[in-house]
Each structure stands twice: as C-alpha cells, then as structure tokens.
C-alpha cells in the first residue's frame, strides 16, 4: 500500500512517516511527494497532518490552506491526522487500516477528530461566531 503524508511543514510529517514505517513495515511511504504522483491518484491514502500542534504560523497555515485547496480541486481524498506522538500514530492507522464495520463516529473534542466533515462544521461555526461578533461557543 502506497501512502502520501503531506502537511505544512514543520508539522510532523516526517516524524509520523518514519513511525509509520517501523509499525508498518510493508507501507510505501512518502513524505514529500510530488504534486505529479500526489494529484494524479498514485497513492492508496493521502494523509495530511492537521495543525494542531502549539505555535502554528501563520506561513503554516497558508501552506496548509494551499494544500486543502490543491488535494480538494483534484478531487484527492485525504484524511487529517491530529494528535501528539502516539496519539497521531494511532489516527494515521485508524486511516490507513479502517476496522471492519461502520468507522465509529468521534465523539471526543474535534480538534483531535481525524474526520474531515467534523472538522469543516467546527471550523464554519467559529468562522461563523466571528462574523457574528460573538466570541466562539
């Protein structure tokens, strides 16, 4: 199985790929894919780190809009990874291997929910609270 881990940088994407790695030795991995290979299906599952770790740039968070853009307008499906050390480790496998079933639906706080439709309607109701004047719920 071929898998992309592609993030702003300093975000941790190497780290995860290289405990990906040791977990899962079998994986093909990438940390710095080409846009070419990313955009045109090469992988089997693109994983893009989130930003959550403390002290997140602005530069950051540009790079990480660019890439939201560039993975949504070439209809690439991606999951995002959150979490600290194992935590993130345990996200990506969920990802990666999905277990038999329904996936579970996340039901902890969303800034460590891996679940791209979570994070859009947290996002769209601060950015919402913000055009409304009112501090975030």
């Not at 990313?38 to 994983?47: I, K, N, Q, S, T």
């Not at 997140?56 to 690439?76: F, P």
């Not at 959150?82 to 990802?95: I, S, V």
């Not at 460590?112 to 501090?135: K, M, V, W, Y």
């Amino acid at each position: 199985m071929k898998i992309a881990v592609v993030g702003a940088p300093a975000t941790g994407k190497t780290t995860l790929a290289t405990a990906l790695a040791l977990h899962l030795p079998e994986l093909q991995l990438s940390d710095a894919p080409s846009p070419n290979t990313l955009l045109a299906g090469h992988y089997d599952r693109v994983l893009l780190m989130g930003l959550d770790l403390p002290g997140a740039t602005l530069a950051q968070q540009a790079a990480d809009a660019t890439l939201r853009a560039q993975l949504a307008a070439a209809g690439v499906d991606f999951g995002v990874v959150y979490g600290r050390d194992k935590e993130r480790l345990r996200a990506a496998l969920r990802l990666i291997q999905p277990q038999d079933g329904p996936v579970p639906r996340w039901t902890g706080p969303c800034e460590r929910c891996a679940d791209p439709e979570c994070e859009f309607q947290l996002f769209t109701g601060l950015l919402n609270s913000r055009a409304a004047g009112r501090p975030p719920a």
